[in-house]
């Protein structure tokens, strides 16, 4: 069986792909998510498609006669065309909870910089101007002790986020689809969550639903200071709305893992304001992660390749 991972993989994810692949009997090879020629080359005889984030098109399914499963590296798969999946018997899985240490750690991450300025205080302390920072700016920093956190949907990742939160000092809120039986009194509806929230989280999948959920309306129901934090999908937020919350002063600052468009557009001015933390949809990137992801992924290759039932199939 061949499988193709689709990725800019660095040297340490591709070792820890060979090493799991020979493990497995499978071979396997990287194409660089750039490198639309040498994916054409390598597609036409995969049987698996290892997906990280660049978009599974119609078209790339086309061109793979042979592919019986894509398997996404992670949770969300509005990025595959699973209509076409789904036409051509090609099966597609995720993996739901291998990378949700590595997301919480780094929500928590972004809102720590967030509230300490890290990405506006860096390279002005690089500069040699670390005494002598925009004053207004340092009004602005804070602690999560005494706020409140809102997680906008409480999965894996919020729910191992939420115990540190609270040892920390923070009070905890969430909404989702229903309440946890395990966490009596957090759960809000949506307009409580934004009315309530300091911090305000999203673990939400993009949806036809969810798209601009935090949009202009929500944004203004927001609490005066408040911060957004957003690991989720770009498409989640109206992003020319969030720049204008934070340009006015409404919003206190955010933290952007993902955006709209990825990778981001250099000019996105949410990338040139100093409330904004940016990162390039890394959250779930760490060894750890790779390591149980890709235990997954082979045993699914080998599950497909005998017939078996896949773990956590969607089409």
Not at 59 to 79: D, E, H, S, Y
Not at 301 to 310: E, K, P, Y
Request: charged share 20%; net charge negative; proline share 6%.
């Amino acid at each position: 069986m061949k499988a193709v991972l689709h990725y800019r993989a660095s040297d340490g994810f591709r070792a820890a792909l060979a090493r799991d692949a020979a493990a497995a009997g499978i071979d396997a090879v990287t194409v660089d998510e750039f490198d639309d020629e040498g994916f054409a080359r390598e597609i036409a005889d995969a049987d698996a498609l290892l997906h990280v984030l660049k978009p599974v098109t119609a078209t790339m399914i086309a061109a793979a006669p042979r592919l019986k499963l894509i398997q996404k590296i992670g949770v969300g798969v509005n990025t595959i065309d699973l209509e076409a999946a789904r036409a051509a018997g090609v099966a597609v899985a995720n993996m739901p909870g291998t990378n949700s240490q590595a997301v919480a750690e780094m929500t928590l991450a972004l809102m720590l910089a967030v509230l300490r300025r890290l990405s506006y205080l860096d390279p002005l302390t690089r500069r040699g101007e670390g005494w002598s920072p925009d004053l207004a700016l340092m009004d602005g920093v804070g602690e999560i002790a005494g706020r409140t956190v809102g997680f906008l949907g409480y999965g894996a990742a919020p729910s191992r986020l939420g115990a540190a939160l609270e040892a920390l000092g923070a009070r905890v809120i969430y909404n989702a689809r229903g309440p946890k039986p395990d966490l009596p009194g957090r759960f809000v509806d949506f307009d409580a969550l934004l009315a309530q929230a300091d911090i305000l989280s999203l673990h939400i999948p993009l949806t036809p639903e969810t798209e601009k959920v935090i949009g202009r309306a929500a944004l203004a129901a927001m609490r005066p200071g408040a911060i957004l934090i957003n690991t989720a999908r770009g498409g989640l937020v109206d992003e020319a709305a969030l720049a204008e919350a934070l340009i006015s002063g409404r919003l206190r600052g955010a933290g952007l893992d993902v955006f709209a468009q990825e990778p981001v557009d250099p000019a996105n001015p949410l990338l040139e304001l100093p409330t904004v933390v940016a990162a390039p949809h890394m959250a779930w990137l760490t060894p750890e992660t790779l390591d149980r992801s890709l235990a997954v992924a082979f045993e699914n290759c080998r599950r497909i390749a005998s017939g078996a039932d896949l773990l956590n199939r969607i089409v």
